[in-house]
């Protein structure tokens, strides 16, 4: 799996498909981490208000890495 992430829905899109990958559900996941099932929703779904520092660890339990390069826009 690879692509850009340049939205919310990116990455929204990205975490649903690495948490099918792993064949565990939303709540599996949201179990997991202490997070309520809604929040894996709001996530994947794109909604920006829920990226927030606990991202971060939703993504690290999931192995997403995100990656950045300079664009020369020159």
């Given at each position: 799996m690879?692509?850009?992430?340049?939205?919310?829905?990116?990455?929204?899109?990205?975490v649903h498909a690495a948490r099918l990958e792993l064949g565990i559900t939303q709540t599996e996941l949201a179990?997991?981490?202490?997070?309520?099932?809604?929040?894996?929703?709001?996530?994947?779904?794109g909604?920006?208000?829920?990226?927030?520092?606990?991202l971060f660890e939703l993504l690290d339990q999931l192995g997403i890495q995100l990656m950045f390069r300079t664009v020369d826009n020159g």
């Open positions: 690879f692509g850009t992430i340049d939205t919310p829905s990116d990455l929204g899109r990205a179990t997991a981490l202490g997070y309520s099932q809604r929040y894996i929703s709001d996530v994947e779904t909604k920006a208000k829920t990226l927030s520092a606990n």
